[in-house]
């Protein structure tokens, strides 16, 4: 579904990625860990055409999409849920899931509004409160559920357990697995390695900027390197 | 905490003291050909050591006298008041706005020629304050350079005027429309732009506009300005006392009534009405609308827009074409107001002063920014009693204003759309 092939990214001279290729097949979860700076978050913005491939392809559904607009990538069929989940603060709840519907009609906002509050029911309670105003937890549900707005073949999910408690997370990862099963391919970027590989059919690991290892999420866990790295020993 | 008050309280009134001494204690006289100093009479002095004595109290004692404010509930008969609810509070504003309008229809009927001429001001502003709501209270984009465009719809009118004799009713579009277009192009540099940076750019802008007016001698006259600009007309009939366009006929001949020269001053008013009213309206359907939405959600959060693929690009430009559409408008209509115009007109002071009506108003807010308008533009008349000390009055307002309101007079309530399960398609509550 998703196709990087040999991505090279520069900040300005400075190269952030040296020539990653990773490839995500449809209905798949796919994990992608590494350390603080190693270019997870590099990576997925080159997905989203921001900063753009300086060299290296990435293809989506079989198409180029290296030097797309970013408006227009997010528009085909790719989702993504931002690192530190960036809800519309001042809106509520319903206006910040109907943001996420801005391109589809209004029946489908209604349908797909239905739908993600039956996965998360929180969000129903909550539907007129506003968005900043609410836990960590819930705003993450709420960017998940704003990113389910448009409709996505895909969803990319950046550091979705940043800074939430071990209980919530394991909710959110749980919400993760039910979004394979309705059907979408899942790229998963964490730094919380064990969680994320243990829900992932298969896993990167990603270290300065070059992908390191790559295997199915139970043998990677099971990886004597990645235990030392990335698991606490 | 005491001794820490005390050292505020000194250094209060010591700054009270470098402020008020040299400007009302010393006095400078012209005396046959050279300047003396002098000092004032002891009664200032008195006062002067007065107002120093109660800054220093009140410092002092500030914590005392603000508790013991905040405790006397009559003195805020807002502090426990419940918002209304959303279906309530937008029958109330469209009330409000309505008997607005219909009051200020007739009001020039009854009132004072200066009064009126004033109101078209008030107007002016409001149109004024309502398009740049668009880019600073709803796109989130602080421009200091609003004027600039202010000032295009005005020389449009006046050099078309001028060189081709374009009536005011032909320039009013060509005016709005080529301030928009400046907005566009002014929109694509400052795109990557946020926060401070923005301001300087359009400050700038503001200032290259100015400053261009005032160098192109040959094609604007520079700081001589451009007069004679024309009056607006009535289906072709003319308000002065006698015909200046060959082929229109003139207002007093056609209705048969007496020449009086405040017929004028009410048309003008009256078209300043109707086109602040369509601004109002016209924005107020755009906020409504999608493109209003995507400007709040950039707003918001220009990450997350940008993630549901709203692009950063056409939100913005969208945002400052049509404030800068609503100041061409604005800038036509005082072109034809004054019969002249100058770059003095157009200086940064007017970008603060609309910039203040939107942010006194309550940012977004569109009743706010009437309310603010008539409160900028009439407080400074109403002070001219005070003389020398009247935009002393109007500084200290504005502050009092930001304290006990710092979210504006009015701050913005959003209005939400429900999707109703039983009427589908229907969403909108406006």
């Known amino acids: 579904m998703l196709v990087l092939e040999n991505i090279h990214t520069h900040y300005g001279k400075i190269e952030a990625l040296h020539g990653v290729s990773v490839e995500i097949q449809k209905g798949e979860i796919v994990s992608l860990i590494g350390a ?60 910040n899931l109907h943001m996420g519907g801005f391109f589809t009609s209004k029946q489908e906002i209604r349908k797909s509004q239905d739908h993600v509050f039956e996965l998360f029911p929180r969000l129903k309670e909550r539907r007129n409160q506003r968005a900043g105003t609410m836990s960590g937890g819930e705003q993450q549900m709420l960017a998940i559920g704003r990113a389910l707005m448009t409709k996505p073949e895909m969803i990319i999910l950046d550091e979705p357990s940043l800074g939430l408690a071990p209980l919530i997370i394991k909710q959110i990862f749980e919400i993760i697995s039910t979004l394979r099963d309705d059907g979408i391919t899942v790229f998963l970027v964490e730094q919380n390695a064990k969680q994320a590989l243990k829900l992932a059919d298969r896993g990167y690991v990603l270290e300065t900027g070059r992908i390191r290892l790559e295997d199915s999420g139970a043998n990677l866990l099971a990886n004597e390197d990645v235990q030392k790295a990335y698991l606490g020993g | 905490m005491i001794a820490q008050n005390f050292r505020h309280a000194l250094f209060c009134a010591f700054i009270t003291l470098v402020i008020s001494y040299p400007i009302l204690g010393l006095n400078l006289e012209a005396q046959g050909i050279s300047i003396k100093l002098t000092g004032a009479e002891t009664q200032t002095y008195v006062g002067i050591a007065l107002a120093v004595l109660i800054v220093f109290l009140f410092q002092l004692f500030r914590p005392a006298i603000l508790g013991g404010l905040g405790r006397v509930k009559a003195l805020n008969p807002l502090v426990d008041r419940q918002p209304m609810p959303q279906e309530k509070r937008i029958r109330f504003e469209r009330v409000a706005l309505v008997l607005i309008v219909l009051g200020a229809m007739f009001w020039p009927f009854i009132a004072s020629r200066g009064a009126v001429d004033l109101a078209t001001l008030v107007l002016i502003y409001i149109i004024l304050g309502l398009g740049l709501n668009v880019v600073v209270g709803l796109a989130g984009l602080l421009d200091l350079g609003y004027v600039a465009f202010y000032a295009v719809g005005a020389y449009t009118f006046g050099l078309l005027s001028q060189y081709y004799g374009f009536s005011f009713w032909m320039s009013l579009p060509i005016g709005a429309v080529l301030a928009a277009a400046f907005g566009f192009v002014l929109g694509f540099p400052v795109l990557r732009l946020r926060g401070d940076y923005l301001a300087i750019v359009t400050l700038g802008f503001g200032e290259i506009i100015r400053i261009l007016l005032n160098n192109l001698t040959d094609l604007t006259n520079g700081p001589d300005g451009i007069g004679g600009i024309p009056d607006p007309t009535l289906f072709g009939m003319e308000f002065g006392r006698r015909v200046k366009v060959e082929g229109n006929t003139s207002f007093h001949e056609v209705f048969n009534i007496p020449y009086d020269s405040t017929h004028k001053v009410i ?123 009247r935009m002393l009055v109007f500084g200290a307002a504005m502050v009092l204003m930001m304290v006990w309101r710092p979210q504006g007079l009015l701050p913005m309530t959003r209005v939400h759309i429900n999707l109703k399960k039983q009427e589908a398609g229907v969403t909108d509550h406006a």
């Open chain 1, 36 to 95: 603080n700076g190693a270019g997870k978050t590099t990576l997925l913005m080159t997905v989203c055409g921001d900063p753009q491939a300086s060299s290296g392809r990435v293809l989506f559904k079989g198409e180029d999409i290296t030097h797309k607009p970013t408006a227009q990538i997010m528009r085909s069929g790719i989702a993504i849920v931002p690192e530190g989940r960036r809800v519309f603060p001042g809106l509520t709840v319903e206006e």
């Open chain 2, 267 to 389: 048309f003008l008013y009256l078209i300043t009405l109707i086109l602040a009213v369509f601004t109002l309206f016209i924005i107020r359907r755009l906020i409504r609308m999608p493109v209003g939405r995507s400007w709040e959600a950039l707003r918001e959060d220009e990450i997350a827009a940008r993630s549901l693929g709203l692009s950063r690009t056409a939100v913005k430009l969208s945002a400052f074409t049509i404030g800068a559409f609503f100041a061409g408008f604005a800038g036509t209509i005082f072109a034809s107001k004054q019969g002249f115009i100058s770059p003095e007109s157009f200086v940064f002071l007017e970008s603060a002063i609309v910039l203040a009506i939107v942010v006194l108003g309550g940012m977004g807010s569109q009743l706010g920014v009437i309310l603010a308008a008539i409160a900028v533009t009439i407080l400074p008349e109403l002070a001219r009693e005070f003389s020398e000390y």
